[in-house]
């Protein structure tokens, strides 16, 4: 069966998905929890590297595809907000969430997520930066008045926040996590289309240069890891 496309497997954002589950796998245990699992991504490569796996999304029609795509994970449709987990879990994964949330609603799911995991469970979320060096660019070429100014992309796509790694690790801090490792995904100099043309292996350095957590303010997306501190 022909899998269902969108917008984390095609394009710029599938090279960004690579790279995250690349990053994060190594951090993963047990039951994972994958919050706004659209249609099932992240939950594929998870289940394939043998975890148990949840997935949870507001859309019925992209649940609908995720069960298709991954019958050996378990999915849910639900809006965060009116999620009851049965049973918690070692990782919670919110790729792309937070920024989609007013800032006391995703203050309030980070609170959630703590009460959703297990003793030292992890939680792991992936955000947009507004101090990139492609938002950088953008500002000084006019395409925004300040670096957290919402494009016309981020408003396409539903953003309404952009977060910097001091305010990201501040708020994950509030809600009780012990922060593991805050670093940037991949260096990012210029929008997904123009980033979508870059040779392969010049991603793949863009990737490794991220790893260095000096270059996390230039950075597309910011990627945090924490444990539940109890």
């Not at 992240?42 to 507001?58: C, I, P, R, T």
Request: glycine fraction near 6%; charge should be positive.
């Amino acid at each position: 069966m022909e899998k269902q496309k969108t917008l984390d497997d095609k394009g710029f954002e599938l090279k960004a998905t690579k790279y995250f589950l690349k990053r994060i796998t190594p951090f993963c245990q047990g039951r994972i929890l994958d919050l706004g699992c659209g249609i099932g991504v992240v939950s594929e490569h998870l289940v394939n590297a043998g975890f148990k796996v949840v997935g949870v999304d507001g859309n019925k029609l992209k649940i609908e595809k995720a069960k298709k795509n991954v019958p050996k994970a378990k999915f849910i449709v639900s809006l965060f907000e009116d999620f009851e987990p049965h049973g918690k879990f070692d990782i919670i994964i919110a790729k792309n969430i937070l920024e989609h949330l007013r800032p006391n609603e995703a203050k309030e799911l980070m609170k959630k997520m703590y009460l959703w995991l297990n003793p030292k469970g992890r939680a792991i979320a992936c955000v947009p930066n507004c101090l990139s060096l492609n938002r950088r660019i953008g500002y000084h070429i006019g395409v925004s008045k300040h670096y957290s100014e919402l494009t016309e992309r981020d408003l396409a796509v539903g953003h309404v926040q952009l977060y910097t790694t001091d305010r990201l690790e501040l708020e994950f801090n509030e809600a009780g996590f012990r922060i593991i490792e805050l670093k940037g995904l991949l260096l990012k100099p210029f929008p997904n289309a123009m980033m979508e043309r870059i040779n392969e292996k010049i991603c793949d350095a863009l990737f490794e240069v991220a790893n260095d957590s000096r270059f996390a303010d230039l950075c597309g997306s910011i990627l945090i890891v924490c444990e539940k501190n109890d």
